[in-house]
């Protein structure tokens, strides 16, 4: 949950912003929308679905931990953790 401070709002934007870049640049190597308009193999479309939205999330997710950790790599005994 975000709170309602600038610096939340901050954050919500930088996360969602990051997740949108990649689909930018996805799209830069892939012809999204030939994507989303494929309509004779569904299992073939939720799969590329899949693989597209998982690495926007991914990197979406990399940008929370350095905003929360201050580095993409919280393990412990890295210098990262807190």
């Known amino acids: 949950m975000?709170?309602?401070t600038s610096s939340g709002r901050a954050a919500l934007v930088e996360?969602?912003?990051?997740?949108?870049?990649?689909?930018?640049l996805q799209d830069?190597?892939?012809n999204l929308d030939s994507i989303q308009k494929q309509r004779d193999d569904n299992d073939r479309l939720t799969a590329a679905q899949s693989v597209m939205e998982g690495?926007?999330?991914y990197e979406q997710m990399s940008s929370m931990l350095?905003?929360?950790w201050g580095?993409?790599?919280?393990a412990v005994g890295t210098g990262c953790a807190r």
Do not use: F, G, K, M
């Open 66 to 68: 350095v905003v929360t």
């Open 28 to 30: 830069q190597y892939v």
């Open 15 to 24: 996360v969602t912003i990051a997740h949108e870049l990649v689909h930018a």
């Open 55 to 57: 690495q926007a999330t």
């Open 2 to 4: 975000v709170s309602d």
């Open 71 to 74: 580095c993409a790599c919280p």
